[in-house]
């Protein structure tokens, strides 16, 4: 099972808003409804930031919103601030066998 | 307050065995299932492991399969990491994670929460 493809890098002005994109296959983002992502900063540990593609667990600042359109799943983050600079990996269901896969991880810079 | 603390790491030759511990706190240990999710230096997030709610179930990557056993204890609200057969491209820091196989009371597709981490380094 491949990794989920994500732009390596993007980056934004505060106050702007970034999109990430997660490209899979029909065996994972494309067959389940099932995608989530995780926000890492450096030295710590990832930290769940949307669930089941668009769902946002307490806390989470609803600036970050998720979507998905075939196999590709998608994180928006709006208003972007100097908090939100850090890795964001989604990762996706993909069935009985594999059960998860990863993306390859996007950094996300606030110029 | 949810809390997974791992341990067990350190630096182990190729071809050696490591035992990993998380030790869960604040939820209802046997209701929901467990992962590990390991991350090389510099790279990105792999899932490597997964055992249900009762442990009567266990799941692989393909890059572990035959080589690692996760297991849980309810008494002890732990999950284990058993890792043999070790080679160099193991080198990861290794997080233990709720949720992840859909075998449970409570069933997440996700990971809500993670521990800190604990270092493997495989080398001579």
């Known amino acids: 099972q491949s990794a989920l493809t994500q732009p390596r890098s993007v980056s934004g002005s505060p106050g702007q808003s970034v999109t990430i994109s997660c490209t899979g296959t029909?065996?994972?983002?494309?067959?389940?409804?099932?995608v989530s992502w995780y926000q890492q900063h450096p030295g710590k540990a990832p930290k769940l930031m949307i669930y089941?593609?668009?769902k946002r667990p307490s806390g989470v600042p609803d600036r970050f919103s998720g979507s998905k359109s075939g196999n590709t799943a998608s994180l928006t983050i709006s208003g972007l601030q100097a908090e939100d600079e850090a890795d964001y990996y989604c990762?996706?269901?993909?069935?009985?066998?594999?059960?998860?896969?990863f993306g390859t991880g996007t950094k996300v810079t606030v110029l | 307050e949810v809390q997974l603390l791992e341990s067990g790491g350190g630096l182990v030759q190729p071809g050696g065995s490591l035992r990993l511990s998380c030790a869960a706190s604040?939820?209802?240990?046997?209701?929901?299932?467990m992962s590990w999710v390991r991350q090389a230096p510099g790279k990105g997030l792999e899932w490597v492991s997964g055992?249900?709610?009762?442990?009567?179930?266990?799941y692989y990557a393909d890059s572990v399969q035959g080589r690692f056993t996760v297991s849980r204890d309810s008494s002890k609200n732990t999950v284990y990491l058993q890792m043999d057969s070790l080679r160099a491209e193991d080198t990861a820091i290794y997080y233990c994670?709720?949720?992840?196989?859909?075998?449970?009371?409570?069933?997440?597709?996700?990971?809500?929460?993670w521990g800190q981490g604990t270092l493997v380094t495989v080398s001579s």
């Open positions: 994670a709720k949720g992840g196989p859909p075998r449970a009371v409570v069933i997440l597709y996700y990971f809500d929460y």
């Open positions: 604040g939820f209802t240990f046997s209701s929901y299932a």
């Open positions: 055992i249900s709610g009762s442990g009567g179930n266990t």
């Open positions: 029909s065996s994972d983002v494309g067959g389940y409804n099932y």
């Open positions: 089941d593609v668009s």
């Open positions: 990762c996706s269901y993909a069935g009985s066998y594999t059960l998860y896969v």
